[in-house]
């Protein structure tokens, strides 16, 4: 332990790799804002040092189906259990071995949902293009992540994981990845001390250097990871589907899982116009709510315009509208002012990109009752009675409320293979150690492995056309730029 | 007991008032269609010759917010215990009368987004148009209930009510009921025994003489109840609202809580396009869905296709889809042979009147495993390892899986109020011992009382206008039979 | 002349035959209204006490595809012309029988594109359920019409027609008509005179006593008309496809045709919410207008809330709406304080029943210039400069500046046939001398013969589904006022 | 015209500056192929040398909005007249100087509908930001265009203009623009003599050297024009709202003029998924059709799927669909062996970039019967009677059947307004003789100049919020990537 403290404290002087993507440093600065919440939760150890480098994302979780985890589980630390898989490797440190059964089963189940990853698996058979690489991932350790790690395994990749998060660990899945050979250090319902023990176990291991890194803000924090890295966010396949499509559905699923809410009528102002505003919009105004537009960008102003939604400020609004969201990626969004002249009943919520957006912090005054009326949903409570229902707290309600299709989910784990494999069989000097946009073709390719869960039918170029077009008939087909 | 089942038989010859609207008439099927899955269900008493007469309704429930009842309740039943509320009124049979405080907040949420019975209270105010009525009523004992039955009080009424489902009875709300002197016998998780003496209790009773009833084909059974009634149901605003406007949110909101599914892409084959069919079918095309339609009537079928689905039979697109979803009313949509051909994943539910239109009897059969992998969510499993994923059982997925926006409830509520005020004040021999649909005029004023919810401004004719149209001012604006 | 002058005189006084539907009645009344109107056309003769009785319908006309008339055509009336078909006979009076070719052409064209008449024929072969029929006829004389009277013929029945409206004849095809045997009275710019003297020819004729009729207020009052009729208009099928789902394209194609509006971000005003608000205000929404809606009825009130329109007053909106559409069969909708108050470049125009909605007249003053810009469209320009732009004049914008599909004709053709074949083959007694509406059952068969041109596959009920609701098999589905 | 035969030759051999842009490429290819097209139609002059230069462009025309010329004018050609205006001036060549006030009202009209311009011109104000500035322009010569002009104008810059297309000419506002001391060379039916000949006059003048243009692939292959140069087409606004906001509109706007089309029901291909194909799509869907996608491109085809179309290949519904659109910029996406399969009544048409993507040249064999049913509708005739209707020969149904509304006309002119301020104005060095993307900044400021006529309200970041993302105030406010 003091070990990794003195380590981390190095790193931070000598870190030299530029995280230079204008996304990573939006994350870290909301980290510094989330310090605050983070304190207050009970830490056995407290060590304030840490925790202002846990990012929000560890502690939120998908609300996923229930967990199989045997409740009458014996209260151990795994960081005090010494178990060893069926073959006597004890390389991991997870909640308890002989849930392997459990979580492969629910392995199989998200391999059926996962068509991409195994068609990999299967055109890449007798291929490793990953041999020899040495891949360190962070994530949210469930049934997903666990076919995107067995598909890397199968392409020759050898993976460390440890848990991106400390609540959402499915116990039984790592379970089963121990089982299969795996170090995994990861359980549900980890301490902040915990989180930084698993990432340091699982990145400083003697005779291993990886090489290779998957969603690793805190683990190019916690050591050496100067690798060159994908930006898989910004791939056009995984921000229309994470962003626009993912949200179309689950701004409905969240505002009803929480609140029960009639759609029909209901006046909402969208605050933001992107792609994910563009989402919750359309979605609202197939469900019959008068739904109001707020943009800086004149741009997306427009084409709120052209598809139909009245742009105001959020001031000439807020006394009369039902429910107010929130998509900026801005912060103080929603302050104290507006919320004071909201209506009775009036339901504010976030699906922006951190929980900034709205100045909960504004609301934690004395004047003001909070009442916790539902898991993620608290009524606060003016002097005069007008109540304002705040989900998740301000923070994202289609991470908190809803859950991520596991469609959408494959989209990304499929693309982090194949931006793995660029990187990895790479002429020399095409990547440094910085972060790159996946190309377009590999996008394309992705796109295309998702295909036939739609029983969709591509339609192939003739030699004329491409000739024609100027194009490769196997792409890309699109400049880098298009979206 | 012995008693009422000897009444029950003698009322069943000599039962002279004419339940005469189909609605009624589906309704009795469909229970005898259920009699053997009730049969199915460990009884106490196992009284068999009852229980061919418990509806679908009285095993179904909302799934509604979290009940405050302590789960840690001493499990004496109600009907051996002996309690009375403050003022020493013990003319009821409820869990337990303590609940009062918690049940009165509840109510008072409720009331604030039932803002048409408070202004009905608020216009009577000094008359009381149902002075003298002596009601009987028998639904689901909830917040919103309680409401009614508050309003209906407020306008003069007595009020007797008992549980028109075993499971759905909001145990606080029944007790401040019961504090607040309504006679109220219903307790969440009654026996069919339990069933049938909260009901008799409920109507016969010594010196009062029922003369009003509500929901009552229970009541009208085991007793003397041969009042007029209102067929509420085919009220235009009930209908489209239980029916098209609410089933187009409940669609999505079951199908994303059972199952989590993306709609986007999704093939979806709908059976029936009535107002239920409709509501489905917007909602699912709106989310990006590709929706097939089956249809026996030509003009629904018509609608259909001028609407943008395509008209199959059933067996066209059986094997392509990923959802089916049955919403004729009629039995058998989806026998064995359909759910044979289905694919693997397909998804299985029925948003219809009754729990008939899957033939779920038919994959009881041994070479089928059943899993059950949340509530209310079964995987079928082939012997080839398909699995079809079935909700609720084929039971109403709308009110197993999903809730009923207040909104709509309060609009049912405002409208059987109106109904009761109507006959009970209608010249003599204008309503005979029959089921009437509402009057045009009485469904438009349920209407405007809910226009203020939305800021609706209605726009009033002038008289030279109503002249020229020929109507009065105040309506009715529309024949009959205009939907 | 003089004797249908003092024949119509007579028949005003002994005219009994009950014309009780409230559409015929409006019908009559906005006649009253556009009387003005009339007068202020040139007139040959000037008979006064005839004009008031011509109807709006008589002077509108569908902007039809072009017409094959020779304009070199010499200008010798009709009525002043011996003309006989190939056949010698010369009861007809149309504008030259040398086009019959071309007419035939069109017919055969419009064949194609009405299966429904087609099927009809085909199905009756050898059978003439129409045998001794006499149908006399006033409609729109195109190729529709004469898909609709050839089939009549075909079973069974003799046809007599002529023009309901001045301008729409076809020549070309009156002349196939005249060439086929059919007594057609009609050319295209008829004069008042000219039209009355047509349904006198058409009506009055030695030894034939009609029996039937169709679309024919002008004929019964013309004569001795004293037949059952029925009310095709209110049928489910026509009523769905003329306003609701027709309407919802001919708005966007009339405002397009007259305007060339942009429709993404503009914000319209549709007054009334009945079918045709409800398709006007489907389609603007669609294509990226902010829609209003404006009602009297608090049923349709709801319905526009929960459809996701803002309900408003007018006065509310008329200061930013970019466009005015009324839809509400009502008067003075929209009267000169409202259009004073438009912003510069508003667009006005009517897709309600009669053209009594826009108060036009309020707009001669002599301080408004009026500016034809295009056929249809006027500019009113106020004294500061200001323009409204009305359109078609007020009358229906649908009518006037867009085009009817011929598959909505088919479908109302169709139905009139039918309706036909009902009453004449009726037992005695079933039917007297009013207007009925058609039977659900003829109404399913009219959708069911349109159905395969969506390559629409009906499904058929089961024996034991059809017992289980009470159902026939081949229908009706649905009670009668089911819409 | 020998001087230019000439010049344009040399021109040909020493073209050095570099037309890079790909749109410019493919422009170039289309011009080729439709080489024949031009060839056949009659030519006074039959200049062969030149006629593969003339685009597609010239020859399209917008079915605009009557015309005022007199259509008695004399038959003199306007290039043997010597006209002046009142001032004396005579440079310039158009059909008639005395239409001048004519075209000034037109202007005027559409100064109403061009706001952004005016606000250029007001802010503007007293700033010459193109004092010096010699633009030369080749477009169509419309009211629009001419506000365009009086703009560049009003900022300081001097023009010289000629028509893009022989047909387009607004010859009223011609005259309007040369009374106001503009030199313009354009009228209407010019022949392909004529055409050149304007051009040249418009760029080769003595003692006056261009030094900005716009639009002008003619113009750089006439002459000495190489000067940098915006694509403007790639803009983001430019290009949402004429792809897919205009043609989300066109699209029915060109069907309904063309075919009278009723769109419910109708089962539809849209071939390509692009913005062009999507606007399809929308509002295709939106009206009640069927909609099918062909696409090359794995992401947008993974699109079209979670937008709610099946994805096919042409050939798998080429026999069942009711319309084919094509929207690909390809070519022979449409061939015979399709146009055999297509069912009797299939209408084809092109909303794509050039007229290259149905094959009409295979059409024209003997034994298909080509009959012209109305201006831009041809019924192409199969020996068994079989019709398919082709509209607009195949060439761009938006542009031939349908108007660009002013709105979008007016982001065109404004954009390309401040494009050329942008490059005027750039410091030395920032642009080479090339072709440039507009700065996201410029492209934002059109936008902004549009939104009040939506009275659409921008909100503008705080100084801390502006921070916190790292953006200025004034934008940019998004990545030059962002569409």
Redesign the interface.
Known sequence: MDDLKKKKKNKKKKTSCKESG?LY?KLF?SEWNQKQEFNKRPSKIGRRSLSRSISQSSTDSYSS??SYTDSSDDETSPRDKQQKNSKGNGDFCIKNIKQADFGRREIEIAE??MPALMALRKRAQGEKPLAGAKVVGCTHITAQTAVLMETLSALGAQCRWAACNIYSTQNEVAAALAEGGFSVFAWKGESEDDFWWCIDRCVNVEGWQPNMRINCIMLSKAGKLCVPAMNVNDS??KQ??DNL??C??SI??GL??TT??????K?VVVCGYGEVGKGCCA?L??????VYV?????????????????????N?VIR?VDIVITCT?????VVREYLDRMK??CIVCNMGHSN?EIDVASLRTPELTWERV?SQVDHVIWPDGKRVVLLAEGRLLNLSC??V????LSITATTQALALIELYNAPEGRYKQDVYLLPKKM???V??L??P??????????D??AK???LNKN?P??P????
Chains 1, 2, 3, 4 share one sequence.
């Open positions: 204008m440093q600065k189906a229930a059926q949902e056009v396949t229309k589907f499509y993912c179309r559905e409905l699923d009803k899982r029960d809410v009639m759609f029909g009528g006046q979605a105004k197939a469900m019959g709510s008068i707020t943009e800086i960008d004149p741009i997306c102003a427009l084409q709120a315009c052209m598809d139909g939604f009245r742009l105001v400020k959020l000439e009369q990626g801005n912060k103080n969004v009775n009943g900034t539902r809803s859950t299709p596991t469609f959408v996008d394309e390719y796109a295309s998702h295909l869960t739609f029983d969709a039918h591509l339609t192939e170029l003739t004329e056309q024609y077009l100027g792409g087909f699109k880098n730029y298009y979206r």
